[in-house]
């Protein structure tokens, strides 16, 4: 079931696992400031490299720019040699290939870095072609600012045409990085894991805790706060309960896995690359626990039939 590592461009050898940075001073969504600090964050990053997960993706649009900074000013601290993901919002005012370079440049000014290991279209939004995006990504390539070039949020159509523009001048496509976890299994279903995994492209599954809920913390009576939790009705938290307890009897079958590491061993076990975020050092600790063993075929299988179920219910 597994994406063979070998198809995998180099950017992800040795990268099974990464730390998504989202909230990494996002207030907005996340509420960075009440609750967790950078002192959290910066413990949360030490500890990822103590464990050897040393990838890292974050965006120029988080926290404002804020995720890359910290980010960055961990990376000096430590003095570490890590990988890092970031990317480029073709926002609508962004009308020239020529506005990719300078915010690369800009992103790299505030990670305190010479290069990016990975670049990525965060979404494929219009006017400007996906060629044309791809066209300013090889500018980036050549000039040696990323290592790889990736995308996020293609669909299949987007993805092959990203795919064609970069092979036409024998670069590889590295990643498609999508929203993928138990409870969202849409490129399962709309034929963008296949196509990914045929063309060597490494899906990066985002959100892979579905933004918290797949630990198991987040019930009708106490569901996420502020922005996160205006997306989820109390129905909707009672519903993924049986998937919840599914996860822990699973888990109770694996040393006493959490919720959280058997949804990320899932995540694996289709050949994804998961990038749970995280804030804090207990949850870099857990995610991290995800690694190392491996649920069943079956147990797959149950999960996606009570995923299914849990889905298909309204
Ligand atoms: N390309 C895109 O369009 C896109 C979109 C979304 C995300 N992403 C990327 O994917 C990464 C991960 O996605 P995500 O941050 O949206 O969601 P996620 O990984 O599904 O969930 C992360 C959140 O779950 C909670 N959590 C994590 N580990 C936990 C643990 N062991 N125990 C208890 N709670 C835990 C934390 O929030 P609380 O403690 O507040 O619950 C954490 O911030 C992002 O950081 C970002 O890099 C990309």
Same mark, same amino acid.
């Given at each position: 079931?597994?994406?063979?590592?070998? +198809?995998?461009?180099?950017?992800?050898? =040795?990268?099974?696992? =990464?730390?998504?940075?989202?909230?990494?001073?996002?207030?907005?969504?996340?509420?960075?400031?009440?609750?967790?600090?950078?002192?959290?964050?910066?413990?949360?990053?030490?500890?990822? $490299?103590?464990?050897?997960?040393?990838?890292?993706?974050?965006?120029?649009?988080?926290?404002?720019? $804020?995720? %890359?900074k910290l980010l960055g000013k961990f990376i000096c601290e430590s003095g570490a040699s890590v990988k890092v993901a970031t990317k480029f919002m073709p926002f609508p005012w962004r009308l020239s290939r020529s506005s990719l370079m300078r915010a690369l440049r800009n992103s790299l000014k505030r990670l305190g870095l010479s290069r990016v290991d990975l &670049?990525?279209?965060?979404?494929?939004?219009?006017?400007?072609?996906?060629?044309?995006?791809?066209?300013?990504?090889?500018?980036?390539?050549?000039?040696?600012?990323?290592? *790889?070039?990736?995308?996020?949020?293609?669909?299949?159509?987007?993805?092959?045409?990203?795919?064609?523009?970069?092979?036409? !001048? =024998?670069?590889?496509?590295?990643?498609?990085?999508?929203?993928?976890?138990?409870?969202?299994? %849409?490129?399962? +279903?709309?034929?963008? $894991?296949?196509?990914?995994? %045929?063309? =060597?492209?490494?899906?990066?599954?985002?959100?892979?805790?579905?933004?918290?809920?797949?630990?198991? +913390? &987040?019930?009708?009576?106490?569901?996420? !706060?502020?922005?996160?939790?205006?997306?989820?009705?109390?129905?909707?938290? #009672?519903?993924?309960?049986?998937?919840?307890?599914?996860?822990?009897?699973?888990?109770?079958? !694996?040393?006493?896995?959490?919720?959280?590491?058997?949804?990320?061993? /899932?995540?694996?076990?289709?050949?994804?690359?998961?990038?749970?975020?995280?804030?804090?050092?207990?949850?870099?600790?857990?995610? *991290?626990?995800?690694?190392? /063993?491996?649920?069943?075929?079956? #147990?797959?299988?149950?999960?996606?039939?009570?995923?299914?179920?849990?889905?298909?219910?309204?």
């Open positions: 079931m597994d994406q063979p590592f070998s +198809k995998r461009n180099p950017v992800f050898e =040795g990268v099974e696992f =990464g730390i998504g940075c989202w909230a990494w001073g996002d207030r907005m969504v996340w509420g960075y400031g009440r609750g967790y600090s950078e002192d959290d964050l910066r413990a949360a990053f030490a500890h990822a $490299l103590e464990l050897g997960i040393t990838f890292f993706d974050t965006a120029e649009v988080y926290g404002l720019g $804020l995720s %890359e &670049y990525q279209i965060h979404f494929p939004l219009p006017p400007l072609t996906v060629e044309t995006w791809m066209a300013a990504m090889l500018d980036a390539h050549q000039a040696g600012l990323t290592a *790889a070039i990736g995308v996020s949020n293609f669909n299949r159509q987007q993805t092959q045409r990203a795919y064609e523009m970069l092979a036409r !001048h =024998g670069v590889t496509l590295a990643s498609n990085q999508v929203e993928y976890h138990l409870l969202n299994r %849409e490129i399962e +279903k709309n034929g963008l $894991l296949k196509l990914c995994q %045929e063309l =060597g492209v490494t899906v990066i599954a985002y959100s892979p805790l579905a933004m918290g809920l797949l630990t198991g +913390k &987040y019930t009708a009576e106490n569901p996420p !706060h502020g922005t996160r939790g205006g997306r989820y009705s109390r129905k909707y938290l #009672e519903r993924i309960q049986p998937l919840i307890l599914q996860l822990r009897r699973i888990g109770a079958n !694996h040393d006493d896995k959490t919720p959280a590491q058997v949804a990320l061993n /899932w995540v694996l076990c289709k050949g994804a690359l998961p990038i749970p975020g995280a804030k804090t050092f207990e949850q870099v600790e857990q995610n *991290a626990g995800a690694l190392g /063993w491996r649920l069943s075929d079956e #147990e797959v299988q149950t999960l996606d039939e009570i995923s299914e179920q849990v889905s298909r219910e309204s």
